[in-house]
């Protein structure tokens, strides 16, 4: 599946490609390299125990390219430490995608950013300390194969849907299911951002699991040097095993302090239900309350410094953690 996604869309790219170049004399078609780097220091103690260390968590390499005024194309790997204990990093293609915008109409085609998880990520902003809810805690993955529409009806209302594999950018499609998606985005008033989202996951027959809902209302507010977001998701037969649901909300805000500085502050709060018949919660181990504080500064252009303290309070124990964090794009 993956194959044919890339083969399509480097077939439409060249396609593109010449037709802009036919069809356009003022227009000149250019491109640029992209790089992100994530790196940390921390420190965390937990039960008695603490740890130190250095961490290179992520690099994003890639290059975006401008076929016409309405076409461009992305291709992006993502570098990072797949988890777990392991000592490796491991390399993915994050995004490889074929992007066509005119007006109030965008779509999009490949290997592409899924939808709810931009508009969250762009209210949190601090991707290189910590993923926004759904990312974070496996709801849904950042990125996806398939295609998206995206159409701005007026100022006040604003629409996407898209078509996913489901299964995420690290994985190829393991069954003929699908994920359905629609959000909706309103704007009452000047910087005051107001969304809801449901998907749809369809059953694995081969297996028969159940299928996959997830519900989520999201807000974000910013005036001034103040940025304030929440969000609340609901997620029914996570991973598509029937009577296992997840939720949480997640809580966050900006505050400039200075031309090159802020202090930013978060709360997530974690929760499962529990099945009929069990001692405890199915996901008791992960679930909890997160809560964040920090000041970033940039001393120049393209780097950022984030020193902050992490509390992770789960049910049997509490991790408190110290990090400095570092990214660097260019």
């Given amino acids: 599946m993956i194959r044919t996604f890339l083969s399509l869309f480097a077939v439409l790219a060249f396609a593109v490609q010449g037709y802009s170049q036919e069809s356009s004399t003022e227009f000149k078609a250019s491109g640029k390299p992209t790089i992100r780097i994530f790196s940390n220091y921390h420190t965390t103690s937990a039960d008695g125990n603490s740890m130190n260390q250095f961490e290179i968590t992520r690099a994003y390499l890639g290059y975006e390219h401008q076929f016409s005024p309405n076409w461009s194309g992305i291709v992006l790997y993502d570098v990072a430490n797949p988890g777990a204990g392991s000592l490796q990093m491991s390399a993915f293609v994050k995004l490889a995608s074929l992007e066509y915008k005119k007006d109030d109409l965008k779509v ?54 898209s078509i996913n594999n489901g299964e995420g950018y690290k994985n190829i499609e393991a069954d003929s299911a699908f994920k359905y998606c629609l959000g909706l985005t309103l704007s009452p008033m000047s910087g005051l951002w107001i969304r809801g989202y449901y998907d749809y996951m369809d059953q694995n027959f081969d297996n028969a699991n159940t299928a996959q809902q997830t519900a989520s209302l999201s807000a974000g507010y910013k005036s001034g040097k103040l940025s304030l977001g929440a969000d609340y998701n609901y997620q029914y037969n996570h991973g598509r095993k029937s009577g296992k649901d997840l939720y949480g909300t997640s809580v966050y805000g900006t505050y400039i302090v200075g031309k090159k500085s802020n202090v930013f502050a978060r ?4 929760a499962s239900n529990k099945m009929t018949g069990a001692a405890d919660n199915w996901n008791v181990s992960k679930d909890g309350q997160l809560y964040m504080i920090g ?36």
């Fill in 108 to 161: 999009g085609f490949g290997l592409i950013e899924t939808k709810h998880f931009k508009a969250a990520e762009g209210q949190w902003g601090y991707r290189y300390l910590y993923k926004s809810f759904q990312d974070e805690y496996k709801l849904s993955p950042s990125a996806d194969l398939g295609v998206s529409v995206d159409y701005k009806f007026s100022d006040l209302i604003s629409g996407d849907f």
């Fill in 267 to 270: 709360y997530d709060d974690l």
């Fill in 295 to 330: 000041f970033e500064y940039s001393p120049v252009k393209g780097v950022k410094i984030a020193p902050n303290f992490q509390s992770f309070a789960k049910k049997s124990v509490t991790a408190n953690s110290v990090y400095v964090n570092v990214e660097v794009k260019f």
